[in-house]
């Protein structure tokens, strides 16, 4: 027999809508029928007869009434759980602001992710109550943007709720921030607008160092909110003005994070050369945390490539992928990185290793890319133009085309090479023919050019009309293997350097450790006075002798 | 405001027609250009900013600055043209909701991608090339022109490029392309000490794309080129590679480095 006081309690219960997320059960009953399923069960009294009939179906019932309870259960268990991050997270706030130590905030902004996703309306109103004191006007507004998804919205009295006198700002916009990101989640984005806004001007007139980390967030995703409603030229004289701000205050966070905005905000407007100036003017924090920093090698990297610099380009993209973190979670940001570093390494003249296409995260979207780097390696350009016309679109969302188009060079200097290698005399003619080019007197001018920029070792006869190549040198006569080594040794001291200046010490460590470095001392002293005591007193004894 | 505008516009009509007709008299028009420019700037056109203007004036003062862009092309100013095109360019992206397309607008652009790469700012070419939507690369003919010569530049095809003097889709593109053509030359000039050990008169000279023997004998002294008239070769000076030098300037640097980083490991 199903316990009747248990379903009192599911009606009694707050409205809440079912979670998205919770497991799919096979016969899912909505809400308003399981009700009038429980109305149905507690006024009709059964009727004797066929009572096998309507005990089967009782149970049957039950038993759906039975899962549809349990999800409910499930349900506000879940939101107790997140709800008891929640106040976990205001807690470590509050600790953050009493001993003015970032890594509180770094923590609770650290689960805002996993906390992001188990949000939902009724939370975050609970949350939001239970936070503020009872008549603030930022509570109300707060409440006013999710009361379009919450069922009934009762002024509820609840005693047992706290009720402290102020709220701390950090609270305060955490919970802006939360409301914002839920918002977003929702795709609801003209109120993540307005609430954006609203937000940013309340940040723009505080001015506590503990609300670095939360306004650095804050401000990206409201950069977020308007590149998603495309209107992202609208907030740029925003964004440079509290970037300003940021370097006034030395607010690393919220300048690395606005420097990333700013960029991001170029980029999707194609303004290279502004981006440019901006990198050349502005200083990226060196103390900001390795996800901006990924971030900003990145940007940079692509304006390096966009202006023909590509060793110090894939410098900047190596950098940018060693400090993302190496899991799942930064897919995409691993694809577009992986994405930049092969086609700046192919222009480079160098070939990327097999080994970065097999890995699982990039085997699927680099599958274009790895076609364009076999055309370019076997120097073949009527297979590349094809690969070309084939993956063009993709390129083009990608916004690697032009830089792909800059690529037919390469072809055509890597068949130059395979020819001069394999060949010891060949007729232009023959080399027009191999490498599909226009005529004799093309030929001649790119091999002549090939031969200037260094690409081969050879010689021209005119009158006769062929290339003659040289003999081979042998490699580790000359500088190369130094080259080699000079790149491996340097990056390595970098490395090294960087790992020495990231290591940390806990503040007052050291205090302790002087405590106990002067107790050392003063039992050495006492040890040594003994020693000598006792000396002296064999002394005396040995005078007396 | 409204009788600056008047004048203006009156000044504006006289230039049209001077800078039309078939003998423009370019004196004159540079002449009444520099007087547009200050009355543009008294009507804050020059830099727009701030409120928007009607469409109306930005459109006038487009158009002044399109005239002044091919005055100065004509008159062969360069620098001159290129501040032009640095103040179109904020009529052409900011305002381009606002405004109707320009028909001058891809050739101006294209010319100046033509400019860039006759002074050999390949990098400004590129970093403009980003702002051309992708289509327009390539269908516009004005843009194809400059993209074709740059693809061509980069493989160092150069005959396509004297080829593409006679395809050029508006004649201020000549003036750019001759100077390219001088840029190229020097450029082949170093391919073919490099690649040939000697090379008759006659084929130099097809190859330079001299018309006549003087211009190669003339080059040849200036680049310093032995010309052995009886057999009418020019024997290029070819360098010794076989004594390779130790760099050691950058070898003790590097090794003090390596030193230094060395000792600071704890």
Known sequence: MVDKNSRKSTRNKKSAEEQPEQPQLPKRLTRSAAKKLEESKNKAPQPNEDIEMVVDNQDVEMSQADEVEDEVKKASEADALVLADLKQNFLLLERAVATIESRFTTRVLRTTASIRKRLNVDILVQAIKEAFPRDSADKSRLLSYLSKESGIME???????????????????????LVLIFLLDKQEYDKGILLANETIIKIKNTNRRTLDQLSARIYFYYS????????????????????????????????????????????HYNLYDQADKLVSKATFPETA???????YMYYLGRIKAIQLDYTLSHTHLLQAIRKAPQNTVTAGFQQAVYKLSIIVQLLMGEIPERSIFRQPVLRKPLIPYLHIV??????????????????????????????????????????????????????LRDICLKLHLDSEEDAEYI?????RDGVIDATLDHEKGFMKSKENVDIYSTNEPQIAFHQRISFCLNLHNDSVKAMRFPLNAHRKELASAEAL??????????IAEGEMDEDDDVTDF | MSDNLEQTLQLYAILKKEFESPQPDLQKCGFYLAKLKISLSQMSLLLPEGE???????????EILEIGAYWSV???DIPSFERYIAQLHTYYSDYSSSLPPSPQMYPLIGLNLLRLLSQNRIAEFHTALENIEPEQLLENVYIKHPVHLEQCLMEGSYNKVWNSRAEVPAKEYLFFIDILMGTIRNEIASCSEKAYSSLPLADAATLLFFSGLQEVLNFASERGWSVNPTEKKIYFTTKDDNKVEIPSNSIIQHSLNYARELEQIV
């Open chain 1, 447 to 451: 091999v002549a050019k090939a031969i």
């Open chain 1, 224 to 267: 977020r909110v308007y590149e998603l409603t495309r209107s992202l030229s609208e907030i740029r004289p925003i964004l440079l003005a509290a970037q300003r701000t940021a370097t006034l205050r030395h607010d690393d966070d919220s300048q690395a994070t606005l420097i990333n905005l700013l960029l991001r905000n170029y980029f």
């Open chain 1, 374 to 427: 076999q055309a370019v390696r076997i120097g073949d350009l009527a297979n590349f133009q094809e690969t070309l016309a084939k993956y063009g679109n993709i390129f083009r969302s990608d916004k690697t085309y032009t830089l792909i188009l800059r690529l037919r060079h390469n072809v055509i200097k890597t068949g130059i090479r395979m020819i001069s290698l394999s060949y010891s005399r060949i007729s």
């Open chain 1, 155 to 177: 002024i509820d009295p609840d005693e047992n709720a706290r009720d402290p006198a102020s709220i701390l700002p950090e609270i305060d916009l955490y919970l802006h921030l």
């Open chain 1, 289 to 295: 945390g390795n996800n901006q920093q990924a971030r």
């Open chain 2, 52 to 62: 928007i203007p009607s469409p109306k004036e930005l459109l006038i003062a487009r």
């Open chain 2, 74 to 76: 004509r008159v062969k």
């Open chain 1, 521 to 530: 001392r003063e039992r050495e002293r006492e040890l040594a006075q003994e």
